[in-house]
């Protein structure tokens, strides 16, 4: 295919931009071939014509489809140029916030000037072990691509990192050298991963500093071999530096500032040990206030020192030696410091009390008069004789300046001395990795000596990269075997001559600096003279003859003469040195010592070299720098290279922003373009058969998919592209032009476009069909329907007219029959008038005649009672006048004898005794009286109350006879009123009073309704106070049970986290103790050669079983490999393991105390309300009795009352058929008496219902004081008690001499309380049942409006939507009551629950008393002789060993027993029970040191043969048995928590002599290890399955099929070697039939099951977090086809409930994602709902690695993913990416009793145990 095909419409292309280099445009119209001039049109929409060069015809670059931007490789683009690779970089950094990209064998790194979470020990996990093209593009993984090369080719690597300031070179390979620390462990020495990664904060303090283009950029580059042994394991490292900027000692550009070190030192001046330095802010000394910049935003400088104090100790410097560093710094500050005084223009001075020259000799240890000499003075000497001359101020100053560099170049290069003596290692290093961390090329607007050095090392690097690309080319194409041509590429050997061949650049410059009086200007003239007619790369700037232009390979470089010999010099003053070396400072003896060795041929470049006497052995910084560039080069052609180049994306450190003309610039100065370049000169393109295949297949026709696939594909692309050159067949891979990738790909666009057309086309026929089909269907039903409704309508007319004949017939006849109905009514009617009023009269003629006899029987009653009154008023009289006269006579005879004398005298005897004793007497009668009258005051108010009742019923009694009598008299006159009415007023009245009574129904209805509702309502108050009372009393209570349940929460939390770390430290111990003997056993057999290199101390070591270490000595015969692990054991101690044991049997010990108290106290409650339930009881039953008479009594009252109320109304009736007697009648007296004798049995009763209730108060309360009901009756007992005391009597007995009248009022006060406590209850009880009552109206009232409404609502629906309505309103119904029903039985689940707990608790009292009743009944039953038959011999369960066997039995059946005939042939856990036989056997002996040897040997066998054997079978088999061993110890222990499952022959089976609860522990600590190795063999055996099945292995190919990749291909490439999810599910069923074969517990299988599902999902997301090329739709699909399989193998195996569901949810919600839309915002609430169980890093992640397979699909955009940012932001959760794949959940050891009968068990003799005895 012609290139010029390619440019037709629609097509996009790069055009040139000065702003943004290249821009996108897109062709309007078709090219052809000649035309001078491209249609295209902007993507803003403007149109341009772009101009062709008709000489060159160079047409713009053609951009790639935008399915192939974004890609991981650049290699991958089908259009390899410029634009390409920028706007790759571009997206994959600006859209989706990817820093590192594959440029073929380069790793391209942008500085993203932001923290990201992609360097955690997880990622390091997850890149462990993987191919370099598996995963997405990192630093981890070129250091795992080292790592593995190194360790499979036995061949040294290096990792070469380049790039400008500030583009991350010092972060990137400290990263690298983080990858080598962590993935491998190290050797013989400690710590040494510590000690690498702590020479990078010394490194960086001592040689890193602020620029105006990173705030800590490396102004040295430096080379670090990180040494390794055999196994591969890091033993130690070597440093080298190069070209140390000491000028930035001296001076700092505006913006910069010095080395931090100095500033750390001056931010920790306070500390105490800084003290005698004199120390201040850096604003304080000359050397760091130059670029007035002090501080680094985020930086703090004492903290940093902190860190490098830290590292020096972890390094092995000791706190002396720093002190001496921080010494010499301070006194390079002080130096800085001293100021040089002007005396003329040749000579200067400094002063004598210079502060901070004295400061600096002080700390120096020199003279101060000495150095202030040599600062101002000069010695030259000449053949003859020495001088001393004065120099100038500027002079001095560079003298002074050149003495603090020299000072610090000298500390510098101490300092790496010292780290590489701190790394160095005793252990043979058999190879290295080596992380060259160098400066990238460099160009200023003045570019000096350190600039030309910089940029002479890359034309370096740059020639190895070239020819080592070229080269990987060349093997690509050899082993492929396809014909190459040589391939031109740019070659920079000539520059390189140019600056170090002879008479080079260098070479001059050594040679002006060997003159007497060379300068830089003669310099320049020597270059212009020698080098700018000779050589192509060198030239001249027009208008300067102190400045030369080289060529180099990335741009031209102008370079300023000025410096660059004094800087290739480097002279310091000898004497200024000389006195520094008479120094005590030992440090800075130690500085110097190497000038008076001599030794300068391995140096680092930094040092320079002083002394006039050893001139021949001085070397120039230029000589220096080249032979240690040429020794760097011959180290890294000897090693395989790895390049990592590191770009700077912005000025301004802003965050993920492109600056495209600084990018373009780095990309073409670190070589990437020239890679690009050289790729795209040959095939860049590679596929694999199988890959192109996949890809392409929708291009072939049906016949030409062979199954040879190589032979189909050459097919294909013989047809498709006709020019041979633009691919070649290789063994194993096809190999495309530049563009051919991009023209197949528009192809299969094509092919695709037009499927879909032909699909679309189909699908709307079909679509446009169906509807016709279905518009005809709706026509003949329409058609139908209008028919039937039109035969429906002329029947229903015929109906009508036949109706109307019946209706007209009906009608009449009804007509007719009503006129005779009336007229009979009428006739009736009238009939019945008329005899009723004849019936009527002579009713009341009747009616007067019988009213008149009464009036006369009454009239003469009442003229007989009159006369009877007048003659008993007669006889009285008559009596009264008599009495009087008799009287009379009376009185004058009592007259008659007073007046005698005698009389008087008599009377007068003892009358003054008596008046004097009768005056004393009325005293105190008259205090007595005053006395009783307050107290009768009282009872005169009550009699009062009682009086006034009383007279209020006796003038409502005579107010009611008053008006009987009234009523009586008007009776006559009303009969006769009567009488007189007309009878047609009956009716009328009989109406009225009807509707009177109706309205006074309804008025005491309405009253009694109100009064009611008024009662309710301060009912309910009431009730409301109440319930306010017991809410707030209950919320009390249920903040102090949520208290307590968060409490027993947390320390459950705490518990399973304490258990989850015991069993983690204990797995590391065990790793420790396995390592410990490793070591013991390589010491033993090379003892002899290698003792003191392996010779280790670990103090952390601990044993698990140490402790009974002595008894397994002691046990003779013993396998070897056992004594000699025990020999090793007893040696070690337990601290940490102990310890941890005593804390989790402590925490258990609580929880349990805790669960118990807690029964405790239930069980306490329930005995509680028990025991007042039977005080109630007995206090009760006394008042029984009492209780039925005042219940008697009251019947009775109530009865009497009933009879009074019906007589008063018979009085008071007016409408009674007879009238009431009249007042003083013989009825009416009658009456009268009995309602006096009523009232007399009334009062009677009424006081003995008193008595009664006072005496039944009394009694409860005495019997009842201290008991609950006495505290809730609240009776006052000191008032009733007080009734018995003596001071009292005289006022009882005054009133009463039984004091039963005061006994009787205060029982009434008690009733009165009691009644009013009952009331209030029963009060209580019917608001209650009346609220319930209210509730159950409005529940259905509310049914019956709801019916209502929903009736109504139906009827206004058609037919069918009727039906269905009703049915959704059924099923809501049901629905409800299915809710209301489950509340009901969740209720009564509780009270179950509660009663279950309470008849427990009663069942075990039975039990206790059953026992006791038993135990008496044998104790009295006599014992009688009974006769034993023998029975038949029956095996114990014991099996008997001799202890010289123990050793064989261990060996037999522990360490060479074969698991799988075991587990297939006989019962599963034989030799658990066999093991548990033996060990009875030595319990029923008592044999204590038989049972600790039998234990003991059992655990270290079972040890020794997971070590050995680390397949999944035995550990399996073995972790079964240790588990069933455990739980026979358990089972048999004897204790009654594990007893309860047991038969009574077990029971008897239970351990006699010992107590073994403590192997219990071990052998839980055994199973726990064994869990985890077991769960280890199943990752490893997982592992490599998980990526292949789950991510990689795709269902469906072609259409979906993978997108192309660059050089770096995926590992998995042909069908035959995929893994399919089956295989993976095959192998979780062989680990499930394992382990079921093996009689593992079910509990434990669901966890070892839920942890294999864990290790899936969290390998599967780390991968699918790493893999850009994974995150797209299809891939989804595939995941969610994976887990359902997953799924589906849970639901076989019954293990849906295990929890491994769980574990898979992130994965599921990650494959849904993929799949979701990710549109608009409700797309984004949706996800944010959706994902749950992914953290907002890993959502993010996602969507910003989708991918678009197919062109179909769309990438997310930057504001959705904003968007989702935003509503996450609240979300409380972990910042991490990656799942922790090392995890391990805490494993719980369930106890499951053996249903097996020991007695039952028989050995099989393939066990090789016949020495054992059954019992």
């Not at 249609?39 to 149109?47: A, H, P, V």
């Not at 109100?1010 to 306010?1028: A, G, H, P, Q, R």
């Not at 919320?1035 to 986290?1057: C, G, M, P, V, W």
């Not at 009022?1305 to 009691?1314: D, I, S, V």
Request: hydrophobic content about 35%; aromatic content about 8%.
């Amino acid at each position: 295919m012609a290139t010029s095909e390619l440019y037709s419409k629609h097509a996009r292309v790069w055009l040139p931009d000065a702003a943004e280099v290249w821009k996108s445009a897109e062709l309007i119209k078709d090219y052809t071939a000649g035309a001078l001039t491209l249609s295209l049109q902007l993507e803003d929409g403007t149109t341009v014509e772009y101009k062709i060069d008709p000489k060159t015809n160079n047409l713009p670059p053609l951009r790639n489809p935008n399915i192939l931007v974004g890609e991981n490789d650049l290699t991958a683009l089908s259009y390899l140029h410029e634009p390409a690779v920028l706007h790759n970089l571009k997206v994959r950094f600006i859209d989706s916030k990817l820093i590192y990209t594959y440029c073929g064998i380069v790793l391209v790194a942008i500085n993203p000037y932001e923290s990201l979470h992609i360097y955690e020990p997880d990622i390091i996990h997850a890149y462990s072990g993987q191919n370099m093209g598996d995963m997405d593009p990192h630093i981890f993984a070129v250091a795992e691509e080292a790592y593995k090369q190194m360790a499979r080719d036995q061949r040294n690597q290096s990792i070469i990192v380049s790039g400008e300031s500030g583009a991350g070179k010092t972060v990137s390979a400290k990263y690298a050298m983080r990858y080598f620390a962590t993935v491998s462990c190290s050797s013989g020495e400690a710590n040494v991963e510590e000690r690498v990664l702590a020479s990078s904060p010394i490194m960086e303090a001592f040689g890193n500093a602020k620029t105006t283009r990173n705030d800590n950029s490396s102004r040295f580059g430096k080379y670090i071999e990180i040494g390794f042994d055999k196994e591969h394991c890091i033993i130690g490292a070597h440093m080298r530096t190069y070209l140390l900027e000491k000028s930035r000692v001296v001076f700092q550009a505006h913006g910069e500032r010095n080395y931090h070190i100095f500033y750390q030192l001056c931010a920790s001046s306070y500390l105490p040990e800084f003290k005698a330095f004199k120390l201040g802010c850096a604003d304080d000394f000359h050397c760091t206030k130059q670029g007035q910049s002090p501080a680094i935003s985020g930086v703090d400088d004492a903290k940093e020192l902190c860190s490098t104090r830290r590292a020096f100790t972890l390094l092995g410097v000791s706190e002396s030696d720093q002190m001496e560093i921080y010494q010499v710094l301070s006194a390079i500050l002080h130096l800085s410091n001293v100021e040089v005084k002007d005396q003329s223009s040749d000579r200067c001075s400094i002063l004598p009390d210079d502060a901070h020259l004295i400061t600096f000799c002080e700390l120096m240890g020199v003279p101060c008069a000495e150095m202030s000499h040599w600062l101002c003075h000069r010695k030259l000497k000449t053949t003859t004789e020495t001088f001393v001359k004065l120099v100038s101020k500027m002079n001095a100053v560079h003298s002074r300046d050149a003495l603090a560099k020299h000072i610090y170049a000298r500390l510098f290069n101490w300092i790496v001395n010292c780290i590489n003596d701190a790394l160095k290692s005793a252990v043979k290093q058999y190879s290295f990795i080596g992380v060259l961390d160098i400066y990238g090329f460099e160009t200023f607007d003045v570019n000096s000596f350190e600039q030309f050095c910089i940029n002479y090392a890359n034309e370096k690097l740059q020639q190895q990269f070239n020819l080592h690309v070229f080269k990987l080319e060349q093997d690509e194409y050899m082993k492929e075997e396809i014909p190459w041509t040589l391939i031109d590429f740019y070659d920079n050997q000539p520059c390189i001559n140019l600056i170090e061949a002879k008479l080079g650049v260098l070479d001059l410059l050594d040679e002006e600096c060997r003159m007497p009086k060379g300068c830089d200007d003669t310099w320049a003239q020597k270059l212009y003279n020698t080098l700018l007619k000779q050589n192509t790369h060198f030239d001249k700037p027009r208008l300067s003859n102190k400045a030369f232009i080289i060529h180099h390979f990335a741009d031209k470089v102008e370079y300023q003469c000025v410096g660059f010999l004094e800087k290739n010099k480097d002279t310091v003053n000898e004497e200024q040195i000389n006195v520094l070396k008479k120094s005590k400072f030992d440090l800075l003896l130690k500085l110097f010592e190497d000038d008076d060795k001599g030794t300068g041929s391995f140096k680092k470049l930094t040092s320079g070299r002083a002394g006039p006497t050893q001139k021949e052995n001085r070397k120039t910084v230029g000589l220096q720098f080249r032979q240690s560039l040429h020794f760097l080069m011959d180290t890294l052609n000897a090693t395989t290279p790895h390049y990592v180049r590191c770009i700077k994306p912005n000025d301004h450190k802003a965050p993920f922003t492109l600056d495209p003309v600084r990018a373009v610039q780095q990309l073409r100065a670190c070589g990437i373009l020239e890679t690009i370049r050289i790729s795209a000169a040959g095939f860049p393109s590679r596929w694999t058969y199988q890959e192109f295949f996949s890809r392409y297949c929708v291009l072939m026709k049906q016949k030409d998919a062979l199954p040879d696939k190589k032979q189909a594909c050459k097919n294909l692309l013989g047809k498709l592209i006709k020019d041979q050159e633009k691919y070649q067949f290789g063994k194993n891979k096809i190999f495309f032009r530049a563009g051919q990738v991009a023209y197949l790909e528009k192809l299969r666009s094509d092919k695709l476009r037009m499927a879909c057309v032909c699909i679309q086309k189909t699908i709307r026929c079909w679509l446009a069909r169906k509807k016709y089909l279905r518009m005809r269907q709706c026509a003949v039903t329409i058609q139908k329907h209008v028919r039937g409704h039109q035969a429906r309508s002329f029947v229903k007319f015929i109906r009508q007219i036949r109706a109307a004949v019946v209706i007209q017939r009906n009608v009449r006849m009804w007509v007719r029959r009503r006129r005779y109905l009336q007229q009979r009514s009428a006739a009736i009617t009238i009939q019945s008038m008329w005899r009723a009023y004849k019936a009527r009269k002579q009713y009341y003629k009747l009616m007067f005649e019988q009213k008149a006899v009464v009036i006369q029987r009454w009239v003469r009653g009442w003229l007989g009672k009159q006369h009877y009154k007048r003659t008993l008023m007669a006889i009285v009289l008559l009596q009264s006048c008599v009495r009087r006269m008799m009287a009379k006579r009376e009185l004058k005879k009592l007259k008659v004898e007073a007046r005698s004398v005698e009389h008087f005298k008599k009377l007068n005897i003892g009358m003054e005794n008596k008046i004097v004793q009768l005056q004393h007497k009325i005293n105190e009668q008259h205090k007595e009286n005053r006395e009783l009258s307050e107290r009768l005051v009282v009872l005169e108010k009550t009699h009062t109350n009682e009086r006034e009742r009383q007279n209020r019923e006796i003038e409502n009694l005579r107010r009611s006879e008053q008006e009987v009598k009234a009523k009586a008299e008007k009776v006559p006159s009303l009969l006769e009123q009567l009488s007189f009415l007309q009878h047609k007023l009956e009716n009328t009245f009989r109406e009225k009073e009807e509707l009177e009574e109706q309205t006074k129904i309804y008025k005491e209805q309405t009253q009694q309704v109100v009064d009611e509702l008024n009662m309710k309502n301060s009912f309910l108050m009431n009730n409301i106070d109440e319930l306010n009372k017991e809410i707030l009393e209950q919320a009390q209570q249920l903040t102090e049970i949520k208290t307590n349940s968060e409490n027993t929460r947390q320390l459950e939390k705490d518990l399973a986290e304490e258990r989850s770390r015991y069993q983690s430290l204990l797995s590391e111990h065990l790793h420790l103790e396995e390592r410990h003997r490793d070591l013991k056993e390589e010491m033993s057999s090379n003892i002899n050669s290698n003792q003191s290199s392996l010779k280790r101390t670990d103090s952390n070591y601990s044993s698990n079983s140490s402790e009974f270490s002595q008894s397994l000595d002691s046990t003779e015969g013993e396998d070897s490999s056992i004594q000699t692990e025990d020999e090793a054991e007893t040696t070690v101690d337990l601290p940490i393991l102990l310890k941890l044991q005593r804390r989790v049997k402590e925490l258990e010990q609580e929880n349990r105390s805790l669960w118990q108290q807690l029964d405790k106290r239930e069980e306490a409650q329930l005995q509680k309300a028990k025991e007042e339930e039977e005080q109630k009881t007995v206090g009760r039953a006394e008042l029984d009795l009492e209780t039925l008479k005042r219940q008697q009594l009251e019947s009775e009252n109530k009865k009497l009352k009933q009879d009074l109320n019906e007589l008063r109304k018979s009085l008071t009736n007016e409408n009674s058929e007879v009238a009431p007697p009249a007042p003083g009648s013989l009825p009416y007296n009658i009456l009268l008496e009995q309602l006096s004798s009523s009232n007399d049995e009334l009062e009677v009763r009424k006081e003995e219902v008193l008595l009664l209730r006072s005496h039944m108060v009394r009694q409860e309360a005495l019997k009842h004081r201290d008991s609950v009901l006495g505290e809730t009756v609240k009776l006052n007992l000191s008032e009733i008690s007080s009734f018995q005391d003596v001071g009292r009597s005289t006022d009882i007995h005054t009133l009463n001499e039984d004091g039963e009248l005061w006994l009787a009022y205060e029982g009434l006060k008690e009733t009165n309380r009691l009644l009013e406590s009952q009331m209030q209850k029963l009060e209580h009880h019917h608001n209650e049942k009346y609220r319930k009552l209210v509730e159950e109206v409005n529940k259905l009232r509310d049914e019956k409006e709801q019916q209502q409404k929903l009736l109504a609502e139906s009827l206004l629906l058609p037919k069918g939507a009727r039906v269905e309505a009703s049915l959704k309103h059924e099923i809501t119904r049901l629905t409800k009551e299915n809710l209301e029903q489950m509340e009901h039985q969740e209720k009564q689940d509780k009270a179950i629950r509660k009663l279950k707990k309470q008849l427990k608790f009663y069942m075990k009292k039975v039990e206790d008393f059953e026992a006791q009743t038993r135990s008496a009944a044998l104790m009295s039953t006599p014992v009688r002789t009974v006769n034993i038959p023998r029975k038949e011999k029956e095996y114990q369960g014991i099996l008997e060993y001799k202890e010289s066997d123990a050793s064989r039995l261990l060996k037999n059946l522990v360490i060479d027993l074969k698991p799988r005939g075991v587990a297939v042939s006989f019962i599963p856990g034989l030799p658990a029970y066999t093991i548990f036989m033996c060990l009875r056997y030595a319990d029923s002996v008592n044999d204590e040191r038989r049972v600790s040897t039998l234990l003991n040997s059992t655990i270290s066998s079972i040890k020794g043969v997971i070590k050995k054997k680390k397949d999944f079978e035995v550990v399996s088999f073995w972790l079964a048995n240790s588990c069933r061993l455990m739980n026979c110890l358990k089972q048999y222990s004897g204790d009654e928590v594990f007893m309860m499952h047991n038969t009574p022959k077990q029971n008897e089976h239970c351990l006699i002599n010992f107590e073994l609860s403590e192997y219990h522990q071990l052998f839980g600590d055994l199973a726990i290890q064994i869990y985890r190795q077991l769960i280890k063999c199943t990752e490893n055996v997982l592992q490599p399955l998980i990526v292949a099945s789950m991510l990689e292995h795709e269902t469906v190919q072609g259409v979906l099929g993978s997108k192309p990749t660059g050089l770096r291909k995926r590992s998995t490439s042909f069908p035959e070697e995929a893994v399919t999810v089956e295989v993976l599910v095959q192998r979780l069923s062989f680990f499930h039939t394992i382990m079921t074969q093996n009689g593992m517990d079910l509990d434990l299988i669901k966890q070892v099951v839920k942890q294999q599902f864990y290790i899936i999902c969290a390998v599967t997301l780390n991968h699918l977090l790493l893999r850009k090329d994974m995150c797209s739709w299809s891939k989804g699909l595939q995941i969610r086809y994976n887990v359902w399989q997953l799924e589906e193998w849970l639901t076989e195996r019954e293990l849906t409930d295990c929890g491994a569901k769980e574990t898979l949810e992130p994965l599921i919600q990650a494959a849904q994602l993929l799949q979701i839309k990710k549109n608009t915002e409700a797309d984004a609430r949706a996800i944010c709902n959706m994902c749950s169980a992914l953290t907002t890093e890993q959502i993010v992640k996602i969507l910003t690695l989708y991918t678009p397979v197919i062109e179909f699909e769309e990438r997310v955009s930057k504001t959705f993913i904003t968007t989702i940012k935003g509503l996450l932001k609240d979300r409380v959760e972990s910042s991490t990416l990656m799942m922790d794949t090392k995890k391990i959940f805490s494993v719980t050891l369930p106890f499951t009793p053996s249903s097996v009968a020991l007695e039952t068990i028989q050995i099989p003799t393939s066990l090789n145990v016949g020495f054992l005895t059954r019992v």
